[in-house]
DNA sequence: TCAAAATTTGAATACCTGTTCAAATTCAGG
DNA sequence: CCTGAATTTGAACAGGTATTCAAATTTTGA
């Protein structure tokens, strides 16, 4: 019994236990990421995930009441590392600067927390009510980018762009490293995140 | 009977036939690239294609053997017009035009040919023969765009950048789009191509 | 108009995978 | 140790969907 599966990580449970369960939590989560990186979420079946962790796929249920539940706890994490990120980037005063700090922190999210795992990919994969929320969150972060290049142009550090589609050139290029980064590969983290900063805040600044 | 599916479209078939049998096929396609587009190709059943065309599934089992050989006829038109705008792209002189172009006319295959379907999104719904040719058409293209970058590198037009994240960079704003176009939305394709050149051949030149 | 060919259909099949559940096993902690 | 809770397991179920196939329908071309 106890089909706790998830909700609050609540009640009852003595700290060693509760502490053992976010643990294994996070190495779902972890495989998860990992086979969602190699086929996508689809074509990804749990038996793949808990292969991974050496166990059947069964017991992933204790863990999680269903596979979008699974997908839904990546997305959050994810989520919750960008808004991090976005209320660290106040700091920066510069459009240039902040958006070359969002870039190169973007590139670290993507290759050392994801894995590389393309979850922006996924948000189809949603039943309508999750679905909302996560393209509510995609969204805020979407327009707060547009709003730095908005002050760039006007403060004349850009050229008049239009932001809108600036915006997607920058979260193409990010989104795309999960098509092809490989952490044994031999483009490393930093550089890439360096190298894109110049490259997509280097297009805008100059004309 | 005459299961003749796919095949060279070749043989004993008078021209009228032989023309009404290719128009279907591009119209499977097309619906296809549609379905596509909106779920990915793993959420896409074959039903969801036929509808498109107010037919049942099984009536595409006489232009296509299985659905796998409907994606790789998507990949292998694409793969064809890319092909086609490498070597027109012969004709300009620098790098920088050369790069411009290709941007210009990738963002236009994937708005108007594709419209908008996410085709790079499944090279892993491939069976490995069938896969080992995408991808070696892809890494060709990607070899090619490195190529422009490194002349232009040499010829003092652009930074001493990383060629080949350069590249990534380049071909995951355009992939990208798939992501979020919309035929019928706001932003107009000739004008998403021109912007997508000069910001990301521009994040190139200058520095 | 008519026969042969092409196309479409509907029913049936087979397989895959997400999910449930009760039983077995492992673990926590006094 | 020992007991109850937590975790894992294996078997079975359920729903969906790609695929097959023979029959029905439509189209071709003379």
Redo the contacts with the bound molecule.
Sequence with gaps: ??P?ADGPEST??????RQ??QR?RAEILHAALRAFRENGYHA????DI?EHL??????L???F????AILYACHRESLGEIERMMKSARKLATASERLAYVIREHVRIMTETLEGSPLAFEVTAFSPDRAGEIIAARDRYERWLRKIIDQGIKDGEFRAVDSKIAVFAVLGAINWIARWYRPEGTIHAPELGREFAEHLVGGLTCG
Tied chains: 1, 2.
Excluded: F, N
């Design positions: 019994m106890t706790l009852t449970l003595s700290p060693h236990v053992k369960r294994r990804t079946t749990l038996e808990a050496g166990v059947r796929k069964t017991a249920y204790h863990y009441p269903d596979k979008e």
